[in-house]
T-cell receptor, first 109, second 116 residues
Framework: GQNIDQPTEMTATEGAIVQINCTYQ??????LFWYQQHAGEAPTFLSY??LDGLEEKGRFSSFLSRSKGYSYLLLKELQMKDSASYLC??????????WGAGTKLIIKP | ETGVTQTPRHLVMGMTNKKSLKCEQH?????MYWYKQSAKKPLELMFV???????ENNSVPSRFSPECPNSSHLFLHLHTLQPEDSALYLC???????????????FGPGTRLLVL
């Protein structure tokens, strides 16, 4: 079966750095997405990786290793507004999105 | 400001009621999706419409009935639901390209449904 694993919950301190991991086992690979979802709001697109390596976008970076079936989202200079759930999703060989259950990130002052 | 809107934002219904959820996208996309989001579970894809034709069903119970009258509007008709159907129902849209895999889905804020 197809599976996306990410930690259920993480806690970090304002101003610090946090890394949210995502591992996947899917039938084929056509890209990996990260979304942010604040409580009661729509998931919003953060990043897309299809090749190995690091993609940097401001305070957020996303890394992919296709050989390891692994990605992480790195958040720097954490702010209180970064408290949210972070969803990892992989597009499989049928171009269907397989979603993880999300990681709830709690930022403490 | 999201380009995908959903109404209503909250809905409480009895098991014998009939209601409809509405989604509208203002992004000029050619595909629309219905997802179910339950607490601590992955997003569950329910229906996909591409160019107004349904292309994915994912074995959703018949008490959920989708309708896509045009590329900008998507409905989910609900009837005789069960309490376990209580969840957040999300609509999304995307512009399907020719198999690039890079199509990003844009989500609406969802309808929080409670079935009593």
């Amino acid at each position: 079966g197809q599976n996306i694993d990410q930690p259920t919950e993480m806690t970090a301190t304002e101003g610090a750095i946090v890394q949210i991991n995502c591992t996947y086992q899917t039938s084929g690979f056509n890209g990996l997405f990260w979304y942010q979802q604040h409580a009661g709001e729509a998931p919003t697109f953060l990043s897309y990786n299809v090749l190995d390596g690091l993609e940097e976008k401001g305070r957020f970076s996303s890394f992919l290793s296709r050989s390891k079936g692994y990605s992480y989202l790195l958040l720097k200079e954490l702010q209180m507004k970064d408290s949210a759930s972070y969803l990892c999703a992989v597009r499989d060989s049928n171009y269907q999105l397989i979603w993880g259950a999300g990681t709830k990130l709690i930022i403490k002052p | 400001e999201t380009g995908v809107t959903q109404t209503p934002r909250h809905l409480v219904m009895g098991m014998t009621n009939k209601k409809s959820l509405k989604c509208e996208q203002h992004l000029g996309h050619n595909a629309m999706y219905w997802y179910k989001q339950s607490a601590k579970k992955p997003l569950e894809l329910m229906f996909v419409y591409s160019l107004e034709e349904r292309v994915e069903n994912n074995s959703v119970p018949s008490r959920f009935s989708p309708e896509c009258p045009n590329s900008s509007h998507l409905f989910l008709h609900l009837h005789t639901l069960q309490p376990e159907d209580s969840a957040l129902y999300l609509c999304a849209s995307s512009q399907l390209a020719s198999g690039t895999g890079a199509e990003t889905q844009y989500f609406g804020p969802g309808t929080r449904l409670l079935v009593l």
